[in-house]
């Protein structure tokens, strides 16, 4: 087994929020889910423990969402794996265990930090979209992305442990801002993310400074896009923690999604959240 090298910025003692979290050791959370199962929050110091994040985010993608993805060369089989990998933090939320074992990682997201992103040559969300006005905001800005949770753990709990070891790590290493891209099924042709997309663009689209460019934009204007929706969950819980559309979708034929570049600062948490994530 080969350690990965160490992470660009230090791991955080992962803080307890309020009520919902209670201190285990440093660096790992152990978290009460509504339906009182424990989960345990860690940041992956291993190659295998990235192994298994990857292991989900191919049975969440390609199995369960149908992506065609492109792995490199040599790759094990049943691994969702890209070139920015190595360069990213790897947040795991695992099950609970039995007899002293780690569970199962039933949650994920993987972090971009500044410095990696210099390393690795830029974000994934470029290939996507110029970012170009994001420029200023760069050097406290993470990239957060291949976010997914296993579907019999889809109650909240898993993504709100997550949100709050996320929180924790930007306030710790004086980072502001999180960037990425929220997929939007195009399993009925893009008419829900063309309609999604009409609806945001007049609530919570950002502002002209931040607004940013698809590099292969979903094709709106052809598709039914007056549709009453309703917001996938994930991208709800952003938008109620503050984010931002930072411009129209871009389309992932691969993926079969339609991509929402969001944004969002941490000086931009309501209250509320900012007390249940941080405890101030």
């Not at 160490?6 to 003692?13: G, K």
């Not at 893009?190 to 609530?203: D, N």
């Not at 996938?232 to 929402?260: E, H, M, Q, S, V």
Request: one cysteine or more; proline letters at 8%.
């Amino acid at each position: 087994m080969r350690d990965l090298p160490l992470p660009t910025l230090p791991i955080a003692e992962i803080r307890a929020p309020r009520r919902s979290l209670h201190r285990s050791e440093p660096g790992r959370v152990v978290a009460e889910a509504p339906a009182r199962a424990r989960l345990e929050v860690v940041w992956a110091r291993h190659e295998d423990e990235v192994r298994e994040a990857q292991r989900l985010r191919y049975q969440v993608f390609a199995e369960e969402m149908g992506a065609r993805l492109s792995v490199p060369k040599g790759s094990p089989a049943g691994h969702d794996i890209d070139v920015f990998d190595p360069y990213c933090e790897h947040l795991l939320v695992r099950a609970a265990g039995r007899d002293g074992e780690p569970g199962p990682v039933i949650g994920t997201y993987r972090v971009l930090t500044p410095e990696a992103a210099r390393r690795v040559g830029g974000l994934y969300s470029e290939t996507e979209f110029d970012l170009t006005r994001l420029r200023p905001l760069r050097s406290r800005m993470v990239e957060l992305g291949r976010s997914c949770v296993h579907p019999e753990h889809r109650s909240g709990g898993a993504i709100l442990a997550l949100w709050g070891a996320l929180a924790e790590f930007m306030v710790r290493n004086r980072l502001d801002t999180m960037v990425g891209c929220a997929s939007v099924s195009m399993r009925d042709g893009g008419h829900y993310a063309a309609s999604l997309w009409e609806q945001l663009r007049h609530t919570h689209l950002a502002p002209i400074e931040y607004q940013v460019q698809p590099r292969l934009p979903l094709p709106v204007e052809e598709l039914q896009h007056d549709l009453t929706v309703e917001a996938p969950a994930l991208i709800k819980g952003y938008l109620r923690c503050g984010a931002k559309i930072l411009g129209a979708p871009a389309w992932d034929p691969d993926f079969n999604t339609a991509d929402l570049p969001m944004l969002m600062r941490i000086d931009d948490l309501p209250a509320k959240y900012r007390r249940h994530f941080l405890g101030a």
